[in-house]
């Protein structure tokens, strides 16, 4: 993952705006990782928090600054990247599989681990309900809003880039304060005890979760070919990016993490045979 963040950085040589010399850091990023396990609801959320150093060392061996431009507008791609990494890894480890889930109708369906209740997904999510809650409201505020001669100032229409930025202000405006950190054993004791008295989940699949995932997994590889339709499969992609990016403004970074949410992983296909151009920056 580093390799490919990397490669899309600079290391500057000189003071000037812009760089008046650049070159990739020859031993690519330096990161200190944080993990979390929980989110701020209290609820199981892995994750992994990335520190960035903004030096990278150049060619001649001195250290120099990061052209941090190129490393903003890759992280969604390093972001995906990340993702599919991590369920190939967690899928190939345990003999796991994922599907894809409409959250929301009419947006891109985000891949889970197949075989686990979609109750026992959305026991997980308070705190996206909560953000959806608060999104239907700037949303209806953005659609109704008016100028000083009573027209309306935006479109009838919430364009997907307005929308990110209102899910931004909606995340920022419910967000939790953090909670005291507690010992993992403590906190998977409390979640199990939690997912059977609210989530609706029947106990003994609870218990057995990793048996049924299991299940469902052997039953996905059976129907589904380890073969791709590039063809088809770079039309929803270039599709999807059109759409979600103000009507055909996009890089090949939006095509690449676009990519990566559409191949990964594919549940007959193991982690190793990724497509190599897809790691390419």
Not at 32 to 48: K, M, N, V
Not at 233 to 240: S, Y
Request: glycine share 6%.
């Amino acid at each position: 993952m580093f390799s490919t963040a990397s490669s899309s950085c600079r290391v500057t040589g000189g003071w000037t705006s812009p760089p008046s010399r650049t070159a990739r850091p020859p031993g690519g990023l330096v990161a200190a990782r944080f993990r979390h396990y929980e989110a701020r609801s209290g609820r199981p959320l892995l994750r992994d928090h990335l520190l960035l150093s903004m030096k990278g060392q150049r060619l001649d061996g001195k250290w120099g600054s990061i052209h941090t431009l190129a490393l903003h507008e890759n992280t969604v791609a390093v972001s995906a990247l990340y993702n599919e990494l991590v369920a190939a890894e967690v899928c190939e480890a345990l003999g796991l599989a994922t599907e894809p889930r409409t959250v929301t109708p009419g947006r891109r369906p985000v891949k889970e681990i197949a075989g686990v209740p979609h109750e026992l997904i959305r026991w997980t999510s308070r705190r996206s309900d909560q953000i959806a809650a608060c999104l239907a409201d700037l949303e209806h505020e953005y659609v109704i809003a008016v100028d000083d001669d009573g027209e309306l100032k935006f479109l009838p229409v919430v364009s997907e880039r307005a929308r990110a930025k209102m899910n931004q202000m909606a995340a920022h405006k419910t967000r939790p304060s953090k909670q005291k950190t507690r010992p993992l054993a403590q906190l998977r004791a409390w979640w199990k005890t939690s997912a059977i008295l609210n989530s609706g989940v029947a106990v003994d699949v609870i218990d057995s979760l990793l048996e049924y995932a299991r299940a469902a997994a052997a039953a996905i590889r059976s129907r589904v070919a380890a073969v791709v339709d590039v063809a088809l499969a770079a039309v929803d992609v270039a599709a999807t990016v059109f759409v979600m990016n103000d009507g055909g403004r996009f890089h090949r970074r939006h095509l690449l993490a676009e990519t990566r949410r559409h191949l990964a992983p594919c549940p007959a296909r193991p982690a190793a045979a990724t497509p190599a151009w897809t790691t390419e920056s």
